[in-house]
């Protein structure tokens, strides 16, 4: 144990931060990949045209990547959480910071997903064209929705939460590679929201699909990496 590490409530704190690591790398797969291959084989959404189009494509399997996506929020708040936990006296001020930039982030994903799941499906299977302006507002299926800039601004608050616990992980060259992804999460996160104001709807194009596809690769070296940390003091404080 180092002079800086908390005494009390460590172990415990890498455990639940290793299955939080986990569960990061499961929503990363469940609400991306798997999902969006499912539903794409099943019931996909053509591209956007109108609200009255989107209606007629609308289908419960559809939920299914927001499912994934409600388990990776999850997950990256007890990581954070768990972060925070293990901090020493020198960093508690800014991960404790982060902690609750990752709840408000939290706030702004959530509440996106209650509208893909709930809100803007039931508008959709009652359709009538007074619904239409609701449903293209907020409709994560039309690039041009404000949708897309509360999740693209919900993500650009994880990614100062994750510069700001960045410091935490100093112990070995590995933990400093975890620092760095921290760092670069923060930094490609909050470049996809400030980017979202200049180009609304670039998400859902060829580069922004390109952009999407490097960040999940990013968030989940992150969680690989911290998962091995976390396991290497688990280790180091009980051999």
């Known amino acids: 144990m180092t002079a800086h590490e908390p005494a009390s409530g460590a172990d415990g704190a890498?455990?639940?931060?290793?299955?939080?690591?986990?569960?990061?790398?499961?929503?990363?797969?469940?609400s991306g990949p798997v999902a969006v291959a499912v539903v794409t084989a099943t019931h996909p959404?053509?591209?956007w045209r109108d609200a009255e189009s989107f209606a007629r494509h609308v289908h419960p399997m559809?939920?299914?990547?927001?499912?994934?996506?409600?388990?990776?929020?999850?997950?990256?708040?007890?990581?954070?959480?768990c972060v925070h936990a293990i901090a020493?006296?020198?960093?508690?001020?800014?991960?404790?910071?982060?902690?609750?930039?990752?709840?408000?982030?939290?706030?702004?994903?959530?509440?996106?997903?209650v509208a893909q799941t709930t809100y803007v499906p039931d508008l959709a299977r009652r359709y009538e064209p007074a619904n239409a302006p609701l449903?293209?507002?907020?409709?994560m299926s039309n690039p041009q929705s404000l949708a897309w800039a509360i999740e693209m601004w919900g993500w650009g608050l994880f990614g100062v939460a994750t510069w700001?616990?960045?410091p935490v992980f100093d112990r070995s060259k590995l933990e400093r590679v975890a620092g760095a992804l921290a760092r670069a999460n923060g930094v490609a996160s909050v470049a996809g929201a400030l980017w979202t104001v200049v180009r609304p709807g670039w998400v859902i194009t060829p580069s922004g699909l390109a952009a999407f596809a490097t960040w999940n690769i990013l968030l989940a070296a992150l969680a690989t990496v911290i998962f091995?940390?976390?396991?290497?003091?688990?280790?180091?404080?009980t051999a």
């Open 45 to 47: 959404q053509p591209p």
């Open 62 to 81: 559809q939920l299914l990547p927001y499912a994934g996506g409600i388990l990776l929020v999850a997950a990256l708040v007890v990581l954070v959480a």
């Open 14 to 30: 890498y455990r639940t931060g290793r299955r939080a690591a986990a569960g990061t790398l499961l929503g990363i797969v469940l």
């Open 135 to 139: 449903i293209a507002a907020l409709s």
């Open 88 to 113: 020493g006296a020198r960093d508690k001020a800014v991960t404790g910071a982060a902690l609750a930039v990752t709840g408000a982030f939290a706030a702004f994903i959530c509440f996106n997903y």
């Open 164 to 166: 700001l616990v960045a």
């Open 228 to 237: 091995i940390a976390f396991g290497r003091r688990l280790y180091i404080r």
